[in-house]
């Protein structure tokens, strides 16, 4: 049976890193139905919509999604529903993606990368579940209005709605305790109880799901001190679970630890595990077109899709140790390049993927 997948390149760097993860797929002799359309600023220019009609049936009607990145400054005068970052939070939405997986991985070979002395960052491996489809991002009302009284009436408003049902905060809890099942059996929920009534709901309910998870540790951890943990004692942390405004900043700030974002998959999954698999980067309109961007994170999503959507791990497995095998080879793009490495393009990296693969 051929597997559907979109492949959804998108703006900036997108389409030429996903020209390398469509090189490296090909290359694994499955049968692959590969199909793409445009998204985000592209698919504006093209349709105007960020996200249009046919893009959309495309990705409901497919296994898996393989996206690129969105984005570029020259839509920032739009309207916020024709921006480029709508199509994304759209697909979220509309194919129930709710369970966001961002692992944040230093590779040994790229100890040097991160901005944090290497002791305190050498080894790092921690999965932040994110979240994905709650919370304020979607919340209702929201928008900006009049205020009828208290301090400040007479005046306008801009205002959002943080919301979660007990349902979303059970099905992501159950993917973080899962997730943590499989790894070092740690689960950190973040949240901001002692502020938030959402957060403090938040907080109950993972603690009755974690009833059925005797073998995980659950801890809890205000985000504040959480953003100050992660650049503190990484390591401390295996699994994180979080909503998704603090999963969004979290996860950059855990990527970031890395120092080579250009290296990190992330994958988003609804409950029938269909899924969203895109670099945790984006779209770097500045350096897109120049063949130097980093296709490393791109072909670690496919991976990840293979493993994840397809149920094809030893597939997952043969693309994540041909990329192992090149960093040891010393090659580099030029975000994660440092002396006594080689320096290479979007496409040598591609190549070297595929060599190593075979
Ligand atoms: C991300 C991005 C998106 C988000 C933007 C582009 C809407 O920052 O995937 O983390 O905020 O979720
Ligand atoms: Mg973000």
């Given at each position: 049976m051929s597997h559907k997948i979109a492949v959804l390149p998108g703006d900036g760097i997108g389409p030429e890193i996903i020209e390398q993860a469509l090189r490296v797929l090909g290359a694994l002799g499955m049968d692959l139905d590969l199909r793409s359309a445009p998204v985000g600023g592209a698919a504006f220019d093209a349709?105007?919509?960020?996200?249009?009609p046919a893009t959309l049936e495309l990705a409901r009607n497919s296994a898996a999604i393989l996206f690129g990145a969105v984005g570029d400054w020259?839509?920032?005068?739009?309207p916020r529903e024709f921006r480029p970052e709508q199509a994304i939070l759209g697909l979220r939405k509309a194919l129930g993606l709710f369970a966001n997986l961002r692992p944040a991985i230093l590779y040994p070979q790229l100890a040097n990368a991160s901005s944090l002395k290497p002791e305190v960052v050498s080894g790092l491996n921690i999965l932040i579940v994110r979240e994905l489809?709650?919370?304020?991002?979607?919340?209702?009302?929201?928008g900006v209005r009049d205020i009828e009284?208290?301090?400040?009436?007479g005046e306008r408003q801009g205002f959002d709605t943080m919301h979660y049902a007990e349902s979303e905060v059970r099905r992501i809890a159950h993917v973080g305790f899962q997730a943590a099942r499989k790894r070092g059996k740690k689960l950190c929920s973040v949240d901001k109880a002692n502020v938030l009534e959402t957060s403090q709901f938040w907080r109950d309910i993972m603690i009755t799901v974690a009833r059925e998870y005797p073998d995980v540790e659950l801890s809890h951890m205000y985000v504040d001190n959480a953003a100050m943990q992660l650049v503190r004692a990484?390591?401390?942390?295996?699994v994180i679970v979080t909503g998704n405004l603090f999963g969004d900043i979290l996860s950059d700030e855990a990527a970031m630890l890395t120092g080579s974002i250009g290296m990190l998959p992330s994958a988003s999954l609804n409950a029938s595990n269909q899924g969203l698999y895109e670099p945790s980067h984006g779209s770097a309109p500045d350096i897109a077109g120049q063949n130097i961007a980093n296709p490393l994170a791109t072909i670690l999503s496919a991976a990840m899709l293979l493993r994840y959507s397809l149920n094809e791990a030893g597939q997952a497995d043969r693309i994540e140790t041909a990329v192992q095998a090149v960093l040891e080879q010393g090659l580099r793009t030029a975000d994660i390049h440092e002396d006594g490495t080689t320096r290479v393009s979007t496409s040598e990296m591609g190549d070297a993927v595929l060599k190593a693969l075979k």
């Open positions: 349709h105007e919509h960020p996200l249009p020259k839509y920032d005068a739009l489809t709650g919370d304020i991002y979607f919340g209702q009302p929201r009284d208290g301090p400040f009436k990484p390591k401390a942390f295996d």
